[in-house]
T-cell receptor, first 109, second 114 residues
Framework: AQRVTQPEKLLSVFKGAPVELKCNYSYSGSPELFWYVQYSRQRLQLLLRHISRESIKGFTADLNKGETSFHLKKPFAQEEDSAMYYCALMEGSNYKLTFGKGTLLTVNP | DADVTQTPRNRITKTGKRIMLECSQTKGHDRMYWYRQDPGLGLQLIYYSFDVKDINKGEISDGYSVSRQAQAKFSLSLESAIPNQTALYFC?????????????FGPGTRLTVL
């Protein structure tokens, strides 16, 4: 069963517009959720994790247990935000990540 | 993060050949992982190891084997490569002492099986 769903394969916005990358998960326990990002020609890296409740590069993500969602948001997109974004779920304490299929974000000038 | 390296970076091979992909890390992390990335499928876990004596299968281990030669080295082998193993392969590490569960990825190995 798919545990992490990213419904949008591609997302295109204009610079300065708000952006929201959707992530829904399926897990009955207490999940730990992450957003990883892969910029062009760079390796995959952690963007943020829900437990930290932090904002990185202007991005935030709130865990909504009722809707089982962990959407990534930024109020004003920048061209340098163009990248592949992966939502990932860690179940309990097994330290394995289950990744969504990814969303390719393109921010147009 | 240059602390996690993978060799080779690119490899083209033929069906039936044995291939080994190597991952080394200087981060001192105890946990290591192998993933494959296919377009439209995201990353899928092949094998993972929580220490030198601990090896576990991931979601898609069939056709692959691994060896944790030392804490710093984790190799992935394809005993008899087939075309549908053409993919981008990533190694990752994490530190059980860090408390953040963050995984640090290598640059990837692009494997093509003809």
């Amino acid at each position: 069963a798919q545990r992490v769903t990213q419904p949008e394969k591609l997302l295109s916005v204009f610079k300065g517009a708000p952006v929201e990358l959707k992530c829904n998960y399926s897990y009955s326990g207490s999940p730990e959720l992450f957003w990883y990002v892969q910029y062009s020609r760079q390796r995959l890296q952690l963007l943020l994790r829900h437990i930290s409740r932090e904002s990185i590069k202007g991005f935030t993500a709130d865990l909504n247990k009722g809707e089982t969602s962990f959407h990534l948001k930024k109020p004003f997109a920048q061209e340098e935000d163009s990248a592949m974004y992966y939502c990932a779920l860690m179940e309990g304490s097994n330290y394995k990540l289950t990744f969504g299929k990814g969303t390719l974000l393109t921010v147009n000038p | 993060d240059a602390d996690v390296t993978q060799t080779p970076r690119n490899r083209i091979t033929k069906t039936g050949k044995r291939i080994m992909l190597e991952c080394s890390q200087t981060k001192g992390h105890d946990r290591m992982y192998w993933y494959r990335q296919d377009p439209g499928l995201g990353l899928q876990l092949i094998y993972y190891s929580f220490d030198v004596k601990d090896i576990n299968k991931g979601e898609i281990s069939d056709g692959y084997s691994v060896s944790r030669q030392a804490q710093a080295k984790f190799s992935l082998s394809l005993e008899s490569a087939i075309p549908n193993q053409t993919a981008l392969y990533f190694c990752a590490t994490s530190d059980s002492r860090e408390g953040t569960d963050t995984q640090y990825f290598g640059p990837g190995t692009r494997l093509t099986v003809l």
